[in-house]
Nanobody
Framework: QVQLVESGGGLVQAGGSLRLSCAAS????????MGWFRQAPGKERESVGG????????DYSDSVKGRFTISRDNAKNTVYLQMNSLKPEDSAVYYC????????????????????WGQGTQVTVSS
């Protein structure tokens, strides 16, 4: 079992920045593919992006590319989502997810569900 706890959400004005953190426990963190997702009210959950075991590879959805950065610190068992130039449409509950079965790009290309999920943290961007 992997436990994930997100933090860092809050209220920010459009154009501002936030950094979300996701602390993992229960597995060797460096063997976990990690991803960030978000879900706005009335909308389906969407992928924000993912990061490989070593942090050497990342991918992002088109809606956040160039504004958001995913990174990880395997020594701290934590993955981060740095969000810059925030827009009101970025408002959502943000979730981190982990998987110890597949490479993160396989999860994406094969449409596989991540195995473990955090409880989510609310991000609200005011206009």
């Amino acid at each position: 079992q992997v436990q994930l706890v997100e933090s860092g959400g809050g209220l920010v004005q459009a154009g501002g920045s936030l950094r979300l953190s996701c602390a993992a426990s229960g597995r060797t963190f460096s063997t976990l593919a990690m991803g960030w997702f978000r879900q706005a009210p009335g909308k389906e959950r969407e992928s924000v992006g993912g990061i490989s075991w070593t942090g050497g590879s990342t991918d992002y959805s088109d809606s956040v590319k160039g504004r958001f950065t995913i990174s990880r610190d395997n020594a701290k068992n934590t993955v981060y989502l740095q969000m810059n130039s925030l827009k009101p449409e970025d408002s959502a509950v943000y979730y981190c997810a982990a998987d110890d079965r597949y490479y993160y790009s396989v999860l994406k290309t094969q449409g596989r569900e991540y195995e473990y999920w955090g409880q989510g943290t609310q991000v609200t961007v005011s206009s």
